[in-house]
């Protein structure tokens, strides 16, 4: 039992009196164990200074996005889908944002697309970067609260922004509640890394339940595709030209020659179609039959005009975008006409509050169904919006927090000070307990690969970055510990070279010693002294709260320092690698987890098998526990290629029993879609808040349980 003497008494009554058990039962598999319905998932966005001071939510961002849209009958509704972070949902016209991932098991989503007569419905295109089992068709009936899968495909679609969703409005029935007919254009060649490169136009007939293959026709192979509202014509579009098929997709005949680059048909403007190709804009007003050449001035005939998009407000309004990344060159200019397509003007961007910096990236957009200068868009990695028709775009980010952090370091003399490694987006760190967040722009622009992070105090700040550009040490890819003495402004490299763990650890009571992968600091981090091989340590994990202890490892042994780091001794043999481990500071015991669903007590020194539910879902990462009820803990499971429908699981019984705290379609968890893909998990050593980051899911917190 740990000292209480210096406890307040909100401490002291959270901290309960029990003993320690050992269970030995089986356990179920983790997609049957019950929900644990006080999860309540709260995100921890990237949120600036300016952001909080201006009553602005935040949001990193930091994901490849890949498609957006709005509702047709509701203009609240937009959805945004990623590269790998999922997909997110506005319900405030794309002014906020939060995940909408339930029942989505690929980790990407693109092709987005409700349908025209009843938003409730909505069908998406789950991709990842390979040709996973998970990807697929999805969809949902209740608005994006949960989703279902309709057709298994291993496609990638890892890069692939086509609209190749088409809803036939045409085939409208009132007693369905929606459009039975929608039609799928499969990738073919983009991004396809192992995936399929036949030509696959499918049908369904019933609302997208079933599915049927219609046409193997090549020369459509990868088309963009949109349905005529009345007719219910489908036009294709892609390098070999613009078509329609009159008969359902069965066969496809040439309407205008030449590259398709972009392709639009608007839901209330039936008989028009518009193409972009390299010279000009081309809007037909019959079907396809014939088309007039519209562009007069600014049009980027040298660049190449994609994506574009007409306002169903008003068909004067018009955007592209001038999508040179396609071609190979880090340009993507968004453009705007008011006037048809007959003159154009670059759009401007104004993102200057965004977390991170802007990058180059293919665009998408979206205009809202009722208001002509409502448009949304994408701004390097997050969401832009625009509300004078796109003449110019803001950021709009606010709930997309899809940061691929690597690490959370909570300061152990100081919860308000936390860091969090990037593997994208180089870090970040708060000096205020989260309230607001600073970007560590270590590398002067666009970079990532930092693993380790500490915030020593609010002038000093450590980073372990994986350093490609040379900046800090040769360049090659190593783990250099680098250093800011003014507050995250500028940064220098200590020269320790890490080839181990990176997670880096303080001292209780002793804020100038610090520890990570055999090194230790006794001033902040300026200078380092390696660990001895033979007697030292290798990692470090975690910590006795009342700094009575640190334990880490060396090799295959669990060790021991009583003394600030200085010496190390054995506490136990782990037996396999060990991912992670937790001090219960109540009881006096450690939690490890170890590689392969492992999970193991130890109680006096003695090893006590902890049994962990099993099945599919369980990829383990990450352990914490509670700092007031040592029973209380936390697994955490990330697939990496596909969601983890068991991310977090809790048991508040020492193991006997376990709650899944992941929200699927079944568990009744409730809240928000958060915690998901846990990589890495520790909880506040104040509050016993549990903090979660994951894959590239951002950081989400949830309350200890009652």
């Not at 219609?214 to 219910?232: Q, R, Y």
């Not at 804009?281 to 562009?295: A, E, Q, V, W």
């Amino acid at each position: 039992m740990a000292d209480t003497t210096d406890e307040s008494p909100e401490e002291t009554t959270m901290r309960k009196e029990t003993r320690v058990p050992t269970p030995k039962v089986d356990q179920p598999d983790a997609a049957e164990i019950p929900g644990a319905k006080d999860a309540d998932w709260t995100a921890v966005p990237m949120t600036t200074k300016y952001q909080y001071d201006n009553g602005i939510q935040g949001g990193e961002g930091c994901q490849w996005m890949l498609y957006i849209t709005y509702a047709n009958t509701d203009g609240n509704i937009a959805y945004a889908g990623s590269d790998v972070a999922g997909m997110y949902r506005s319900e405030d016209g794309g002014v906020t944002w939060e995940p909408c991932t339930v029942g989505i098991r690929s980790s990407a989503a693109t092709g987005i697309e409700v349908d025209p007569t009843n938003a409730d419905r909505v069908l998406i295109v789950g991709c990842n970067s390979g040709p996973f089992d998970e990807n697929g068709l999805y969809l949902s009936t209740d608005g994006g609260d949960t989703f279902h899968r309709t057709i298994q495909m291993n496609i990638v679609g890892h890069r692939d922004f086509r609209p190749q969703i088409a809803w036939d409005m045409s085939s409208y029935d009132e007693s369905f509640g929606g459009c039975k007919v929608v039609y799928w254009s499969r990738e073919t060649e983009i991004y396809n890394n192992g995936g399929y490169k036949e030509t696959a136009l499918y049908r369904s007939d019933d609302g997208v339940e079933n599915w049927e293959l219609i046409s193997t026709d090549e020369k459509i192979g990868g088309a963009m595709i949109f349905c005529d509202p009345v007719s219910g014509d489908l036009y294709a579009g892609n390098e070999n030209g613009t078509f329609v098929s009159r008969d359902g997709g069965k066969s496809f005949e040439l309407i205008l020659e030449g590259e398709c680059l972009s392709l639009d048909v608007v839901y209330n403007n039936p008989g028009y179609v518009y193409v972009t190709k390299q010279d000009a804009l081309y809007i037909s007003s019959d079907g396809g039959k014939s088309f007039d050449k519209m562009s007069e001035s600014g049009y980027p005939s040298s660049g190449n005009p994609s994506h574009i998009r007409v306002s169903p407000a008003d068909h004067d309004y018009i955007v592209l975008q001038n999508d040179m990344m396609s071609r190979g060159q880090y340009l993507s200019d968004t453009y705007f006409s008011h006037d048809g397509g007959k003159t154009w003007k670059k759009s401007g961007r104004h993102d200057e509050i965004s977390f991170i910096p802007y990058n180059q990236r293919q665009g998408n957009l979206a205009w809202h169904p009722t208001d002509r200068n409502i448009c949304l868009s994408f701004g390097g990695d997050y969401i832009l919006r625009s509300t004078d028709g796109g003449e110019n775009f803001e950021w709009s980010n606010s709930g997309f927090n899809g940061g691929c952090f690597t690490r959370i370091a909570v300061n152990v003399n100081n919860p308000d000070l936390i860091a969090l490694g990037n593997q994208d987006y180089s870090g970040a760190f708060t000096t205020d307990g989260g309230k607001t967040w600073k970007y560590t722009n270590f590398y002067e622009g666009w970079g990532g690969y930092s693993y380790g992070a500490y915030v020593v105090d609010e002038r000093t700040i450590i980073f372990v970055c994986r350093d490609f550009s040379g900046k800090y040490g040769s360049g090659e890819g190593v783990d250099v510990i680098i250093r800011s003495t003014d507050g995250g402004e500028t940064w220098k490299s200590t020269g320790v070279v890490l080839d181990g763990s990176l997670n880096i650890l303080g001292v209780v009571g002793e804020e100038n010693v610090l520890l990570v992968g055999g090194w230790r600091s006794e001033d902040k981090g300026e200078t380092w002294t390696k660990s001895d091989e033979k007697e030292g340590f290798d990692a470090v994990l975690t910590y006795a709260s009342d700094g009575s202890a640190v334990f880490g490892l060396r090799g295959s042994w669990i060790v021991k320092s009583t003394d600030k780091g200085l010496t190390w001794e054995k506490y136990g043999r782990a037996g396999v690698n060990v991912l992670d481990m937790a001090y219960d500071n109540q009881n006096d015991t450690l939690w490890v987890l170890g590689e392969g669903g492992y999970l193991f007590r130890f109680i006096d020194g003695e090893r006590v098998n902890i049994k962990l539910p099993t099945g599919g879902e369980m990829r383990t990462r990450t352990i914490a526990c509670d700092p007031f009820d040592g029973n209380i803990i936390y697994v955490g499971n990330a697939l990496n290629i596909a969601k983890s429908e068991a991310s977090v699981i809790r048991s508040t019984d020492g193991g006997a029993t376990w709650e899944n705290m992941t929200k699927t379609a079944a568990d009744g968890v409730t809240g928000m879609d958060g915690g998901v893909e846990a990589s890495f998990m520790r909880t506040d050593p104040e509050t016993g808040d549990l903090y979660v980051i994951g894959g590239c899911r951002g950081m989400w917190k949830t309350k200890r349980p009652e």
